[in-house]
């Protein structure tokens, strides 16, 4: 099982940037899409953005559109999320999730494996 560690949360003001980095332990990093979710405290685990394998593809929620950028670094087994004008509404757990599929979608259950998830808090 691939082990993920998510890192770069913190506090922000709206507006501002963070950027999330999700390190994973696969040896072959490279043969996994990867996404982002979140959840919202009292709410459902949301899609946020997945990769696919060489990173040719990328697909993202409505609600983020423009506003995130997810990327990958297969020599160092990571993906990242870099998050511009975020919003209160941004405030979430974020966690990295990784998938055999190529094209996985925004469903949690096409995702192998999950991280242990790094707080995003946006003021107002």
């Known amino acids: 099982q691939v082990q993920l560690v998510e890192s770069g949360g913190g506090l922000v003001q709206a507006g501002g940037s963070l950027r999330l980095s999700c390190a994973a332990s696969?040896?072959?990093?490279?043969?996994?899409?990867m996404g982002w979710f979140r959840q919202a405290p009292g709410k459902d685990r949301e899609f946020v953005a997945y990769i696919t394998w060489s990173g040719g593809n990328t697909n993202y929620a409505d609600s983020v559109k423009g506003r995130f950028t997810i990327s990958r670094d297969n020599a160092k087994n990571t993906v990242y999320l870099q998050m511009n004008s975020l919003k209160p509404e941004d405030t979430a757990v974020y966690y990295c999730?990784?998938?055999?599929?190529?094209?996985?979608?925004?469903?949690?259950?096409?995702?192998?494996?999950w991280g242990q998830g790094t707080q995003v808090t946006v003021s107002s």
């Open positions: 696969a040896r072959t990093f490279s043969n996994y899409a």
């Open positions: 999730a990784v998938s055999r599929l190529n094209y996985p979608s925004g469903l949690p259950g096409r995702y192998d494996s």
